[in-house]
């Protein structure tokens, strides 16, 4: 299975704070949460079509406060503030407190994600194609000034009879980055075939933003200036105390001499390295030629010598005999 990290969640106390921002223990806490939850999902069906991205809740001791986030204060507000007079009376009926309504409005709806996914999704229940659908809402983006978007939609796509997970992105999300500013959301469209959940991550930009950049490039660019002056230093002081023990003697270091063996310091009954070396060099140096040797003829028998005995020769080659001759 696939271990997932919501984007939101994994960035809580980074840079992104909670939405509902109040402390309770014990039985307390499970009335408070009903509350918010019962308040929120009432805003999300009064104001369904005031394109809300966010709702924050603030406790106080004897106050709530409420803050919306939406694309269309207007329809928010109404006539005069009747709609959020209305709103903020049946707020107060839920939670049994003072109730402090505030609106705060999202110039840019393009660069948020839970507005960029109820889009993809309206468009989807229209019957728009879903690949035209997705990527108009991504170059849409991208020219609003974001850095990367990704939009998935999953679910019985075109109306086939198998469920099936399509996506596109442009840019890039880096959702492993804790510094950078991913925004995600989520919407359903509710079809004719069933329902088609979309996912939406939108980057916007790494922390700190570009100011808080630009202010410390200067000092990130001195920094090596810095390091090669350490450097510089270190190096000089390694030098010196190479060198004092030097000055201080008055005279070059010199090499040690080679070591020489005597003669008389080898063991008894082992010849010297030195008497060995001729007869070692006499014996690898090449022998000169050898001169052929030449045969000289028998001196002749002297008068009171016996005279030599014949060689023996081979019968092919003994001459013939006469046959008369036995």
Partial sequence: MGQK???????????????????????????????????????????KNASVARIETERSANQLTVVIHTAKPGIVIGRSGAAVDALRDNLERISGKKVRVTIQEIKTPELDARLLAENVAGQLEKRIAFRRAVKQSVMRSMRAGAKGVKIQVSGRLGGGDMSRREWDRDGRVPLHTLRADVEFGQAEAKTTSGQIGVSVWIYRGDFPT???????????????????????????????????????????????EPEVVAESAAPV?????????????????????KRRAVRKAPAPPAAGDAAPKPKRTSR??????????S
Avoid at 220 to 247: G, I, L
Avoid at 282 to 289: C, G, H, I, M
Avoid at 316 to 325: M, N
């Fill in 5 to 47: 990290v919501h984007p939101n969640g994994f960035r809580l106390g980074v840079y992104r704070n909670w939405d509902a921002r109040w402390y309770a223990s014990g039985p307390e806490y499970t009335k408070l949460l009903q509350e918010d939850l019962a308040m929120r999902q009432l805003i999300m069906g009064r104001l």
């Fill in 210 to 256: 570009e100011t808080v950049a630009a202010a410390e490039a200067p000092a990130s660019a001195a920094r090596p200036a810095a390091r090669a002056a350490e450097a510089e230093a270190a190096f000089a002081s390694v030098a010196e105390a190479t060198v004092a023990p030097v000055a201080e003697a008055g005279s070059e270091p010199s090499l040690p």
């Fill in 269 to 289: 009954g082992v010849e010297p390295v030195v008497e060995a070396q001729p007869a070692v060099a006499e014996a690898e140096a090449p022998s000169a030629p």
């Fill in 316 to 325: 092919k080659a003994a001459a013939p005999t006469d046959g008369g001759d």
